[in-house]
T-cell receptor
Framework: DAKTTQPNSMESNEEEPVHLPCNHS???????IHWYRQLPSQGPEYVIH???SNVNNRMASLAIAEDRKSSTLILHRATLRDAAVYYC??????????FGQGTELSVKP | GAVVSQHPSRVICKSGTSVKIECRSL??????MFWYRQFPKQSLMLMAT?????????EQGVEKDKFLINHASLTLSTLTVTSAHPEDSSFYIC?????????????FGSGTRLTVV
Protein backbone atom coordinates (compact mmCIF):
# COMPACT_ATOMS: atom_id res chain seq x y z
CA ASP A 1 0.00 0.00 0.00
CA ALA A 2 1.30 3.43 -0.94
CA LYS A 3 2.12 5.51 2.10
CA THR A 4 1.45 9.07 3.13
CA THR A 5 3.44 11.44 5.31
CA GLN A 6 1.78 14.04 7.51
CA PRO A 7 3.00 16.32 10.30
CA ASN A 8 2.25 14.88 13.72
CA SER A 9 0.46 17.97 14.95
CA MET A 10 -0.67 21.43 13.95
CA GLU A 11 -2.23 24.37 15.73
CA SER A 12 -4.75 26.83 14.45
CA ASN A 13 -6.70 29.78 15.76
CA GLU A 14 -10.44 29.73 15.68
CA GLU A 15 -12.03 31.23 12.56
CA GLU A 16 -8.75 31.18 10.65
CA PRO A 17 -8.02 28.94 7.67
CA VAL A 18 -6.05 25.75 8.20
CA HIS A 19 -3.91 24.01 5.61
CA LEU A 20 -3.11 20.40 6.42
CA PRO A 21 -0.38 18.98 4.16
CA CYS A 22 0.11 15.41 3.01
CA ASN A 23 2.93 13.91 0.97
CA HIS A 24 2.34 10.80 -1.09
CA SER A 25 5.25 10.53 -3.50
CA UNK A 26 4.59 6.86 -4.35
CA UNK A 27 0.98 7.39 -5.38
CA UNK A 28 -0.17 5.31 -8.33
CA UNK A 29 -2.36 6.50 -11.16
CA UNK A 30 -5.46 4.76 -9.78
CA UNK A 31 -5.09 5.85 -6.15
CA UNK A 32 -7.69 8.22 -4.81
CA ILE A 33 -6.64 10.67 -2.09
CA HIS A 34 -9.00 10.40 0.85
CA TRP A 35 -9.20 12.45 4.01
CA TYR A 36 -10.89 11.32 7.18
CA ARG A 37 -10.95 12.84 10.61
CA GLN A 38 -11.47 11.32 14.00
CA LEU A 39 -12.79 13.08 17.05
CA PRO A 40 -11.92 11.62 20.46
CA SER A 41 -13.68 8.33 21.22
CA GLN A 42 -15.48 8.27 17.88
CA GLY A 43 -15.09 6.42 14.61
CA PRO A 44 -13.45 8.25 11.72
CA GLU A 45 -15.59 10.55 9.62
CA TYR A 46 -15.20 11.01 5.87
CA VAL A 47 -14.11 14.53 4.95
CA ILE A 48 -13.32 14.67 1.26
CA HIS A 49 -11.61 12.79 -1.53
CA UNK A 50 -10.21 13.45 -4.98
CA UNK A 51 -8.28 11.91 -7.83
CA UNK A 52 -6.64 14.67 -9.89
CA SER A 53 -8.69 17.85 -9.71
CA ASN A 54 -9.21 20.08 -6.70
CA VAL A 55 -12.43 19.36 -4.83
CA ASN A 56 -14.74 21.37 -2.62
CA ASN A 57 -17.53 20.30 -0.33
CA ARG A 58 -19.36 21.75 2.64
CA MET A 59 -16.68 20.59 5.05
CA ALA A 60 -13.43 21.40 3.30
CA SER A 61 -11.44 21.81 0.11
CA LEU A 62 -8.82 19.49 -1.26
CA ALA A 63 -5.97 20.88 -3.31
CA ILE A 64 -4.03 18.26 -5.26
CA ALA A 65 -0.61 19.00 -6.72
CA GLU A 66 -0.26 18.67 -10.46
CA ASP A 67 2.08 15.68 -10.10
CA ARG A 68 -0.26 14.22 -7.44
CA LYS A 69 2.64 13.64 -5.09
CA SER A 70 1.18 15.88 -2.45
CA SER A 71 -2.15 17.34 -1.40
CA THR A 72 -3.51 19.83 1.09
CA LEU A 73 -6.73 19.72 3.05
CA ILE A 74 -8.08 23.20 3.60
CA LEU A 75 -10.50 24.10 6.36
CA HIS A 76 -11.61 27.59 5.45
CA ARG A 77 -12.60 28.74 8.94
CA ALA A 78 -11.53 26.49 11.77
CA THR A 79 -13.92 26.03 14.65
CA LEU A 80 -13.33 24.37 18.00
CA ARG A 81 -15.31 21.40 16.70
CA ASP A 82 -12.69 20.86 14.00
CA ALA A 83 -10.14 19.77 16.59
CA ALA A 84 -9.44 16.17 15.62
CA VAL A 85 -6.89 13.82 14.11
CA TYR A 86 -6.89 14.18 10.33
CA TYR A 87 -5.84 11.23 8.21
CA CYS A 88 -4.70 11.42 4.60
CA UNK A 89 -5.05 8.00 2.97
CA UNK A 90 -4.49 6.63 -0.50
CA UNK A 91 -7.36 4.43 -1.57
CA UNK A 92 -7.53 2.14 -4.54
CA UNK A 93 -11.04 1.00 -5.45
CA UNK A 94 -11.59 -2.44 -4.02
CA UNK A 95 -8.61 -2.06 -1.73
CA UNK A 96 -8.20 -1.36 1.94
CA UNK A 97 -8.10 1.86 3.91
CA UNK A 98 -4.80 1.79 5.75
CA PHE A 99 -4.39 4.53 8.33
CA GLY A 100 -1.12 6.29 9.06
CA GLN A 101 -0.48 8.37 12.14
CA GLY A 102 -2.38 11.42 10.94
CA THR A 103 -2.14 15.04 12.03
CA GLU A 104 -3.58 16.08 15.36
CA LEU A 105 -5.14 19.49 14.85
CA SER A 106 -5.75 21.69 17.85
CA VAL A 107 -7.83 24.86 17.56
CA LYS A 108 -7.31 27.73 19.96
CA PRO A 109 -10.19 30.07 20.80
CA GLY B 1 -25.90 9.40 3.20
CA ALA B 2 -24.48 6.07 4.22
CA VAL B 3 -24.89 5.14 7.88
CA VAL B 4 -23.13 2.40 9.80
CA SER B 5 -24.40 1.42 13.23
CA GLN B 6 -22.15 -0.35 15.70
CA HIS B 7 -23.36 -2.01 18.89
CA PRO B 8 -22.63 -2.00 21.76
CA SER B 9 -20.80 1.29 22.20
CA ARG B 10 -19.23 0.11 25.45
CA VAL B 11 -18.84 -3.30 27.01
CA ILE B 12 -17.08 -4.62 30.07
CA CYS B 13 -16.50 -8.34 30.29
CA LYS B 14 -14.70 -10.76 32.54
CA SER B 15 -11.47 -12.35 31.48
CA GLY B 16 -12.09 -15.65 29.69
CA THR B 17 -15.53 -14.76 28.36
CA SER B 18 -16.51 -13.91 24.79
CA VAL B 19 -17.94 -10.68 23.48
CA LYS B 20 -19.82 -10.07 20.24
CA ILE B 21 -19.81 -6.71 18.47
CA GLU B 22 -22.29 -5.97 15.69
CA CYS B 23 -21.83 -3.71 12.70
CA ARG B 24 -24.81 -2.85 10.52
CA SER B 25 -25.10 -0.82 7.37
CA LEU B 26 -28.48 0.89 7.78
CA UNK B 27 -29.24 2.35 4.38
CA UNK B 28 -27.01 0.51 1.95
CA UNK B 29 -25.80 -2.97 1.20
CA UNK B 30 -22.21 -3.53 2.17
CA UNK B 31 -20.47 -6.25 0.25
CA UNK B 32 -17.35 -5.55 2.25
CA MET B 33 -16.90 -4.59 5.88
CA PHE B 34 -13.69 -3.92 7.74
CA TRP B 35 -12.71 -4.27 11.36
CA TYR B 36 -10.12 -2.09 13.06
CA ARG B 37 -8.77 -1.82 16.56
CA GLN B 38 -7.28 1.25 18.11
CA PHE B 39 -5.20 1.57 21.27
CA PRO B 40 -5.01 4.88 23.14
CA LYS B 41 -3.04 7.58 21.34
CA GLN B 42 -2.48 5.30 18.37
CA SER B 43 -3.85 5.08 14.86
CA LEU B 44 -6.38 2.55 13.62
CA MET B 45 -4.98 -0.87 12.82
CA LEU B 46 -6.82 -2.95 10.25
CA MET B 47 -7.63 -6.38 11.66
CA ALA B 48 -9.62 -8.07 8.92
CA THR B 49 -11.76 -7.71 5.84
CA UNK B 50 -15.20 -9.25 5.99
CA UNK B 51 -16.87 -10.29 2.76
CA UNK B 52 -20.52 -11.29 2.63
CA UNK B 53 -20.93 -15.01 2.18
CA UNK B 54 -17.26 -15.89 2.41
CA UNK B 55 -14.52 -16.23 4.97
CA UNK B 56 -12.92 -13.14 6.37
CA UNK B 57 -9.40 -12.19 5.38
CA UNK B 58 -7.20 -11.42 8.36
CA GLU B 59 -4.21 -9.12 8.44
CA GLN B 60 -0.85 -10.51 9.40
CA GLY B 61 -0.52 -11.07 13.14
CA VAL B 62 -4.26 -11.14 13.85
CA GLU B 63 -5.44 -14.45 15.31
CA LYS B 64 -8.45 -15.66 13.36
CA ASP B 65 -9.47 -18.11 16.08
CA LYS B 66 -9.54 -15.35 18.64
CA PHE B 67 -11.32 -12.72 16.57
CA LEU B 68 -14.18 -14.50 14.83
CA ILE B 69 -15.80 -12.56 12.04
CA ASN B 70 -19.11 -13.41 10.43
CA HIS B 71 -20.68 -11.52 7.53
CA ALA B 72 -23.92 -13.41 7.07
CA SER B 73 -25.86 -10.73 5.22
CA LEU B 74 -25.22 -7.63 3.14
CA THR B 75 -26.05 -5.42 6.11
CA LEU B 76 -24.52 -7.18 9.09
CA SER B 77 -21.05 -8.22 10.15
CA THR B 78 -20.12 -9.40 13.63
CA LEU B 79 -16.80 -9.58 15.46
CA THR B 80 -16.56 -11.98 18.38
CA VAL B 81 -13.62 -11.65 20.72
CA THR B 82 -13.25 -15.11 22.19
CA SER B 83 -11.68 -15.90 25.55
CA ALA B 84 -11.01 -12.24 26.10
CA HIS B 85 -8.03 -11.11 28.14
CA PRO B 86 -7.13 -7.67 29.52
CA GLU B 87 -4.73 -7.07 26.61
CA ASP B 88 -7.74 -7.30 24.26
CA SER B 89 -9.13 -4.14 25.84
CA SER B 90 -9.28 -1.65 23.02
CA PHE B 91 -11.49 0.48 20.82
CA TYR B 92 -12.94 -1.64 18.02
CA ILE B 93 -14.28 0.11 14.93
CA CYS B 94 -16.05 -1.27 11.90
CA UNK B 95 -16.49 0.27 8.51
CA UNK B 96 -18.39 -0.60 5.40
CA UNK B 97 -18.06 -0.02 1.72
CA UNK B 98 -20.72 -0.17 -0.94
CA UNK B 99 -18.37 -2.17 -3.09
CA UNK B 100 -15.14 -2.08 -5.06
CA UNK B 101 -16.47 0.45 -7.54
CA UNK B 102 -17.43 2.98 -4.87
CA UNK B 103 -14.78 5.67 -4.89
CA UNK B 104 -16.34 7.38 -1.87
CA UNK B 105 -14.49 5.06 0.44
CA UNK B 106 -15.75 3.80 3.72
CA UNK B 107 -18.35 4.75 6.27
CA PHE B 108 -17.36 4.08 9.86
CA GLY B 109 -19.29 3.00 12.90
CA SER B 110 -18.99 4.93 16.13
CA GLY B 111 -16.81 2.28 17.72
CA THR B 112 -17.01 -0.15 20.65
CA ARG B 113 -14.95 0.39 23.77
CA LEU B 114 -14.10 -3.06 25.15
CA THR B 115 -12.74 -3.39 28.65
CA VAL B 116 -11.73 -6.82 29.88
CA VAL B 117 -11.39 -7.12 33.65
Amino acid sequence: DAKTTQPNSMESNEEEPVHLPCNHSTISGTDYIHWYRQLPSQGPEYVIHGLTSNVNNRMASLAIAEDRKSSTLILHRATLRDAAVYYCILYNQGGKLIFGQGTELSVKP
Amino acid sequence: GAVVSQHPSRVICKSGTSVKIECRSLDFQATTMFWYRQFPKQSLMLMATSNEGSKATYEQGVEKDKFLINHASLTLSTLTVTSAHPEDSSFYICSASKGPLDSNGYTFGSGTRLTVV
